[in-house]
């Protein structure tokens, strides 16, 4: 299979690329290097890889990659945690949109010229951001009031623009929702603000590296956003990776969507507890609450039934274990000035 990445030096798409071509598939990369700068990833000289610079947004450019290709994984967008949804929150909405049309343009063209046979539009567990029922389950996002932020309701765009191309065109489709991703390879994006969190300035926006930053430069008492009781299903990147070529490779998963995830939750204070024993071992944990932000989801449970019984996909990472890979990735990113 010839798959067509957008957003290829990403975060995610940072394990999702490497699991494709050990799978034995053709991977085409796009990505305009906005969010990081320019990166370089271990498979960058594999033989069934090409990466291209350029802007997802550019309708000409994506038409001619799709050309030729099986799939499209729908995975660029500007992106970060919940500081940076707050503060670009028109933009999240304007830029990701422009993306979206340009990828489903390519993909309509494709699918119409007889090579396209799907895309994959990795979504969000924001998409659930207002529901009630927990666990959470597919289909929720269609009987709940929609997102109040406004990147969780452009991640909930994007899903009807799934919907959408299918009802009009027949093009066939289907929708993955990370939960929570945890892995390296996540760097403090360009346009970040400087933010301080006690007398610490963060590096990035998602709760784990900020967590272990804070930890790793001492700060004691650790600061916290909100009470901690926050519960969120940590997924480690890998696990989130092979669920979408699962997805992928799936002719039950056309036309459907699915939630990626571990099936076990953890509150905000268990997984600071963790990191500071980790980095700490005995040393007392300390904690004081910062103000959070409005839009901090309380609960962010999922059913992750559907993509077991549907995909046999199960996330089988403990976070012991993804944080034994953080950490030390952490602290030399740390040592070599990069955060």
Known sequence: MRVLVTGAAGFISGYLVPELLE?????????????????????????????????????????????????IVAG????????????????????????????????????????LK????????????????FPTPEGAQLTSPPPVSTYGFQKLASEYFARGAFEQYALPYTIVRPFNCVGIGERRALRDSEIMSGNVKLAMSHVVPDLVLKVLKGQDPLHILGDGTQIRHYTYGGDLAHGIRLAMESPA?????????????????????????????DRPFRFVSDKPFEHDVQKRVPDVGKAARVLGFEATTPLDEMLDEVIPWIRDELAAGRM
Not at 87 to 93: G, H, V
Not at 118 to 133: P, Y
Request: proline share 1%; aromatic share 10%.
């Open 253 to 281: 998963a056309v036309n459907d969507d699915f939630n990626l995830s571990t099936a076990q939750g953890t509150t905000v204070l268990e997984l600071a507890d963790a990191i500071w024993r980790k980095v700490n071992g």
């Open 23 to 71: 799978a034995g598939h053709e991977v085409v990369g796009i990505d305009n290097f906005s969010k990081y700068g320019v990166v370089s990833k271990s498979y960058d000289d594999h033989p069934r890889y090409r990466f291209v610079e350029g802007d997802a947004k550019d309708e000409n450019l994506l038409a001619s990659l799709a050309a030729g290709c099986d799939q």
């Open 76 to 115: 660029a967008a500007m992106i970060g945690g919940i500081s940076y949804f707050h503060e670009f929150a028109f933009d999240l909405l304007a830029e990701n949109e422009s993306i979206l049309v340009s990828t489903f343009r390519a993909a309509i063209d494709a699918f119409r010229q007889g090579s």
């Open 118 to 133: 799907r895309i994959v539009v990795v979504s969000s567990s924001m998409v659930f951001e207002s529901v009630d029922v």
